[in-house]
């Protein structure tokens, strides 16, 4: 798989689907890891949040397989839509296996998606290097969605398969439990092992990670969306993460903005910082403990030291723009 850092034409009306499930998987996962405390299982989120859904009677998505069965959820907070996901069940060889798309109204495509949107664009041109470019018999890692996205656009096989009951008891997954099929006995104990990996020391994880996939072709597709899923990761018996995030209002001096970010960042923890630009303010996340700035998630993703030396045996091979949102990795 090549680095290819240019635009190419976009083919494929799966990819569509893809991008869209990064924009609105932003919005309401965003929405619940700083605006929310945390939620208890099963029960919807404190401050008005809740979902309706609803059958879909006409399919007209169709990614690398076919689309068995569609249903539309809507979030609302109090009573205002701000976001909508749409599980979409295929069918791959002997598996039934689904993926979260998201139509931006009741009767909109998925393909009819906003040029404007960054994370749209960043995910229509990862699945295009992916599916252009991967070797037909790559494996994929990168958590339960993402790697859904994957498969169903690009037709690649990925570690994971689809979320297991950790996930699907938790809100806002567990109001999607009875159309998002669970993982398989067989598959469940991967989710458990990649949460370990993502969360512990990366020479270590790299080495677990090589013995497991002597012989193949791995790669690995990480977002800056997964750190509003630690919580997730250490519920599957991920290492527990030291890491602060805050929000830090943007001015109209990009150079002042960065530095003020820096000083948040040394004052209140390591010095070690990701930041997010969003419209008028930032998101910061900063690493507090040595172990934390060894996590192969924090070496993976763009933490300010983690892009000064990539872990051995690991080769960036694709980023995306806005500050490195998406990368995608192989394993040597």
């Known amino acids: 798989m090549q680095t290819l850092m240019h635009d190419n034409p976009l083919r494929r009306g799966a990819l569509w689907m893809l991008a869209l499930s990064a924009l609105v998987a932003?919005?309401?996962?965003?929405?619940?890891?700083?605006?929310?405390?945390?939620?208890?299982?099963?029960a919807p989120a404190a401050?008005?949040?809740?979902?309706e859904r609803e059958v879909v009677t006409e399919i007209d998505e169709a990614g690398r397989f076919p689309a068995q069965a569609a249903f539309n959820y809507q979030f609302l907070d109090h009573e205002l839509p701000i976001a909508r996901w749409r599980v979409i069940h295929y069918q791959a060889g002997d598996l039934r296996r689904a993926?979260?798309?998201?139509?931006?109204?009741?009767?909109?495509?998925?393909?009819s998606a906003d040029p404007g949107d960054l994370r749209q664009q960043i995910w229509l041109k990862a699945s295009q290097v992916i599916a252009e470019h991967a070797p037909d018999d790559a494996l994929f890692l990168g958590w339960w969605d993402d790697s859904q996205r994957i498969h169903f656009a690009t037709g690649r096989e990925t570690w994971l398969t689809a979320p297991g009951e950790v996930t699907l008891q938790q809100w806002p997954w567990s109001a999607l439990a009875g159309d998002l099929p669970a993982v398989n006995a067989d598959h469940a104990p991967r989710l458990a092992q990649l949460a370990r990996w993502l969360t512990m020391p990366a020479d270590q994880a790299?080495?677990?990670?090589?013995?497991?996939?002597?012989?193949r072709s791995v790669y690995f597709v990480v977002t800056k969306d997964l750190l509003s899923r630690i919580d997730e990761l250490a519920r599957y018996q991920g290492n527990s993460l030291a890491l602060i995030k805050h929000k830090i209002p943007g001015g109209g001096d990009l150079h002042g903005d960065i530095?003020?970010?820096?000083?948040?960042?040394?004052?209140?923890?390591?010095?070690?910082?990701?930041?997010?630009?969003?419209?008028g303010f930032y998101r910061v996340w900063a690493t507090q403990t040595p172990a934390a700035e060894q996590a192969l998630l924090v070496r993976l993703l763009p933490f300010a030291e983690s892009l000064k030396r990539l872990?051995?045996?690991?080769?960036?091979?694709?980023?995306?723009?806005w500050g490195g949102y998406l990368s995608v990795y192989q394993f040597q």
């Open 47 to 51: 401050g008005g949040l809740r979902i």
């Open 311 to 321: 872990p051995t045996d690991v080769s960036l091979v694709w980023q995306s723009g």
């Open 259 to 279: 530095a003020q970010v820096q000083r948040w960042a040394r004052e209140q923890a390591s010095g070690n910082y990701l930041l997010q630009k969003e419209q």
């Open 99 to 111: 993926v979260i798309a998201y139509p931006s109204s009741a009767k909109a495509s998925v393909f």
């Open 206 to 215: 790299l080495a677990e990670i090589a013995r497991t996939f002597q012989g």
């Open 26 to 42: 932003g919005v309401v996962l965003l929405v619940l890891a700083w605006q929310q405390p945390a939620p208890a299982p099963t």
